[in-house]
Nanobody, 126 residues
Framework: QVQLVESGGGLVQAGGSLRLSCAAS????????MGWFRQAPGKEREFVAAINWSGGSTPYANSVKGRFTISRDNAKNTAYLQMNSLKPEDTAVYYC???????????????????WGQGTQVTVSS
C-alpha cells in the first residue's frame, strides 16, 4: 500500500505561481508512474500531467502545456507540479496519483491509477 500526501495549494492571484508536492510512503516510489489530476466543482476529474519512473517522459494536458512542469525526486519519494502563469480556470482540487504497474505508455486516465492522495485546493483569483 502506498500513501500519497499533497501539499502546497493555496490562494494566488492570476499570473502567479504555486508549487505542489506529493510525498509518497513506501520503498517502491521509483517504480511508479506518477500523475497529477484536478477536479473543479461540478466537473469530472481531469488529467493535468504525468511523469514516468525516470522522469524522461512527461505528457501534459493541452490546457497547461507551457505553464506547468511536473518533476520527481526518487531519493525523496516526492513528485512536484510547478504551476506558473496561473489562470482562474486552474482553480480546482489537485490530486496526485500513482500507477503501480506502469507500461510503455504513461496513462492519462483516472482508472489507470491505483493510489490517490487526498487532494490540495488551488484557488486562482482574477
Amino acid at each position: 500500500q502506498v500513501q500519497l500526501v499533497e501539499s502546497g495549494g493555496g490562494l494566488v492571484q492570476a499570473g502567479g505561481s504555486l508549487r505542489l508536492s506529493c510525498a509518497a510512503s513506501g520503498r517502491t516510489f521509483s517504480n511508479y508512474d506518477m500523475g497529477w489530476f484536478r477536479q473543479a466543482p461540478g466537473k469530472e476529474r481531469e488529467f493535468v500531467a504525468a511523469i514516468n519512473w525516470s522522469g524522461g517522459s512527461t505528457p501534459y494536458a493541452n490546457s497547461v502545456k507551457g505553464r506547468f512542469t511536473i518533476s520527481r525526486d526518487n531519493a525523496k519519494n516526492t513528485a512536484y507540479l510547478q504551476m506558473n502563469s496561473l489562470k482562474p480556470e486552474d482553480t480546482a482540487v489537485y490530486y496526485c496519483a500513482a500507477d503501480r504497474f506502469p507500461g510503455p505508455i504513461i496513462p492519462t486516465t483516472v482508472p489507470a491509477y491505483d493510489y490517490w492522495g487526498q487532494g490540495t485546493q488551488v484557488t486562482v483569483s482574477s
